[in-house]
């Protein structure tokens, strides 16, 4: 029989102490006397050799507390069995060694068992059921390590480790530790993400990174998530703002009421009536509405329970409502959530808007691109266009009406109600859509229905072409540059042809409109005479002497004779030829020329009697009534001033006579003189222009 641990030990160490025990005795001896043996050997598992002397013999001690375990061989200590260490770890027997004359003496041998990792750790209950709510707090303990710590044989240390079988339910749970099988919840549950897991405990009886053979155990733990009261009332319809959808943000609510009347009727919102939900569904809390503000003068009321707007009275202002309303739990009235309401104040609309055709038709082609226009069946040149009339106007046209397709997604209607593709067609067929013309102030309704017939390019027999919106403003824009290109080259012809005789008669005018600029050095230096004065004097004199052989001409008949023989003067005269230069910088050098020329006075009233040839000019009242025959008097005043002008127009012209004759201009106007003296006071002289008339023109200024 084995013996227990405890006495087993307190033999080992008494036995020293025993003198009649001995390790070897005369005639008898073993090669260990305290072997070590594994569990689970195979029998006839051999512990010792014994070593016996001539005329000794050995055998077991039947009184050992062991000796069923053991047997000899031969030489061999044997073991009969396979030893356990989860029930033997040490085995004692005493070997008797006897001699030929019967004396016996008792050898002991102590063996140790040596515990081998033989069992798989076991849990208690290998299948676990756990209900955890939704608003559980983070840390808290799922499952106790009393519960879920398993056991093994071999008194190994027990390694855990803790998976999940369901997808995306991974850390939501874990363990406290490797050694430790105590499950807590390690992130915040939100029940529409998380309704179930199945979480799988692992117990090792090695490392998981072990090379040694590993017994392992496993549990199987069933959680499910029970929703809890954790959120408040979302208003419908609303927009989630994050991937967990569980923040739901939703959009004002708006209507229209006429203003001095009291609707009998719950208002009519967009995009819908109130209504809230409690968006624990499983839960599903009662929800109750009130307005909580912007209804100062109480024109409104809500119903508690179902949410619909009506009105207590009247609205008497045309200034819009922004009411706040509130949707809150019956059970917990911290659970709440508010929305703005706007309610505007519109005239009445006695009549809803209508369309005038019950059925538009259209026709399109195949492969046009997005934003192409639909064109009338019956019209092909002509884009349709819907249009919903409004008896509330005049002219029956309501500026606040919008055109939208409602069934389908390959047309759309623009604001004006022309209809236009949204895709590229693919194919042929018949495409019946429907149209809403919509009062965006009213919210009063009409409704159409649109066919409109794809046909291949091929089909298409009109003859006209069809274009969209995006090729009229391609070839506007196209036509605007070429207007504005040919009107700059218009320009440049026009300025080519005319540009130089009208800058001529314009420079031409300017100078005359400002007789300031030339200054008189002549009489300067009359007042100051020096010899170079007195040469230019000479000169002049001698041209103004030439000037006067060329006017000279016969005589006119009497004045009472003057109207016919007027008439009957030559139409052109060939005694001086005035030309205008029309080169641009030839006229600028002969101004600045005619700026620099030297212009001498001839009105003087000192005379100079020596001087051969000199002539003067005075106004009559300082004629010297002694100057006898010597002075000419000219009665005529206008006629005077005419011959002076003409004379220095005349010095002028022959001045630029020669640059004219380089123009390509062939007219030129002629202008005949007939000296002052012989004309009368009220003679016409008549004067034959030939070529443009800008020459005529300056032609006039210089007579």
């Known amino acids: 029989m084995a013996l227990s641990h405890l006495f087993l030990t307190s033999v080992f160490f008494l036995l020293p102490s025993v003198t009649h025990v001995l390790a070897q005795q005369d005639g008898c001896s073993v090669d260990n006397q305290n072997p070590s043996v594994n569990e689970n050997n195979p029998p006839a598992y051999v512990v010792a050799t014994i070593t016996l002397e001539q005329g000794f013999t050995i055998s077991i001690d039947p009184s050992s507390p062991d000796a069923s375990y053991f047997t000899i061989q031969g030489s061999q200590l044997q073991l009969t069995k396979s030893v356990d260490y989860e029930e033997d770890t040490l085995l004692l027997v005493y070997l008797l060694c006897t001699d030929t004359a019967g004396q016996s003496n008792s050898l002991q041998i102590i063996v140790t068992i040596v515990n081998v990792n033989d069992n798989s750790p076991v849990f208690k209950q290998t299948n676990f059921t756990q209900i955890v709510p939704e608003d559980t707090k983070v840390n808290a303990t799922i499952i106790s390590r009393e519960d879920l710590s398993a056991t093994d044989a071999d008194l190994d240390t027990i390694y855990y480790e803790l998976t999940t079988r369901v997808p995306d339910t991974d850390g939501y749970f874990a363990i406290k530790g490797v050694n430790n099988p105590e499950i807590y919840l390690q992130k915040a549950l939100d029940y529409d993400k998380i309704k179930f897991t199945t979480l799988l405990l692992y117990a090792r009886d090695r490392p998981v990174d072990s090379t040694d053979t590993t017994y392992t155990a496993t549990a199987t733990i069933s959680i499910s998530i029970e929703q809890a009261d954790t959120k408040p009332p979302w208003f ?9 959808n569980n923040i739901c943000i939703s959009s004002p609510y708006t209507g229209r009421v006429n203003i001095s009347e009291k609707s009998t009727t719950p208002l009519t919102l967009e995009p819908g009536p109130i209504y809230a939900i409690d968006p624990d569904y499983t839960l599903n809390e009662k929800i109750v509405y009130s307005i909580v503000g ?35 739990q019956v059970n917990n009235i911290q659970k709440y959530s508010v929305v703005s309401v706007e309610i505007k104040v519109i005239n009445k609309s006695d009549y809803a808007p209508y369309f005038n055709s019950e059925i538009y038709r259209g026709t399109v082609s195949v492969g046009l691109a997005p934003g192409s226009f639909v064109l009338e069946a019956d019209t092909p040149s002509k ?40 895709v590229m067609l693919q194919s042929p067929g018949i495409v019946t859509m429907e149209a809403l013309g919509k009062d965006t102030v009213s919210l009063q309704e009409a409704r159409t229905v649109i066919v409109v017939e794809v046909v291949s390019a091929t089909d298409d027999t009109s003859s006209d072409k069809r274009y969209t919106a995006q090729d009229m403003g391609a070839l506007g824009g196209t036509l605007a540059a070429l207007l504005l290109i040919a009107l700059v080259l218009l320009g440049l012809m026009i300025y080519k042809q005319y540009g130089k005789p009208v800058n001529y008669l314009v420079r031409k005018k300017f100078s005359k409109s400002h007789p300031d600029d030339y200054q008189n050095q002549a009489y300067k230096e009359d007042e100051h005479p020096d010899v170079s004065a007195k040469q230019h004097e000479t000169a002049e004199n001698s041209s103004v002497q030439s000037m006067t052989s060329v006017l000279e001409q016969p005589s006119l008949p009497s004045p009472s004779s003057k109207s016919a023989e007027t008439d009957g003067l030559p139409t052109a005269s060939t005694a001086s030829t005035v030309v205008f230069d029309q080169e641009e910088k030839e006229q600028e050098v002969e101004e600045e020329s005619n700026q620099e020329k030297e212009v001498k006075s001839i009105l003087k009233t000192d005379r100079h009697p020596a001087d051969n040839g000199y002539k003067a000019v005075w106004f009559k009242t300082d004629v010297d009534p002694d100057a006898g025959d010597g002075v000419e008097v000219i ?4 006629a005077a001033d005419d011959d002076e002008d003409s004379d220095q127009d005349l010095e002028k012209n022959e001045e630029e006579e020669q640059d ?25 002289v008549k004067i034959n222009m030939s070529g443009t008339d800008a020459a005529t023109e300056d032609v006039s200024e210089l007579l």
């Open 383 to 422: 884009p349709l266009m819907i249009t919903a009339a409004d008896d509330d106007f005049t002219d029956k046209v309501n500026p606040n009406i919008e055109y939208l397709i409602t069934n389908s997604t390959d047309f759309t209607a623009s604001k004006d109600g022309l209809i236009l593709t949204n």
């Open 236 to 244: 419908l319809p609303c927009t989630f703002i994050n991937t967990d």
């Open 294 to 328: 912007g209804d100062t003068d109480e024109v409104f009321s809500v119903d508690a329970d179902t949410g619909n707007l009506t009105m207590n009275k009247a609205a008497t202002s045309s200034d819009p409502f922004l009411l706040q309303v509130m949707a809150s």
């Open 635 to 638: 009665e005529d005043n206008a």
């Open 660 to 684: 004219y004759n380089e123009d390509s201009y062939h007219g030129r106007p002629e202008v005949s003189f007939a000296p002052e003296s012989q004309l009368p006071p009220d003679v016409e």
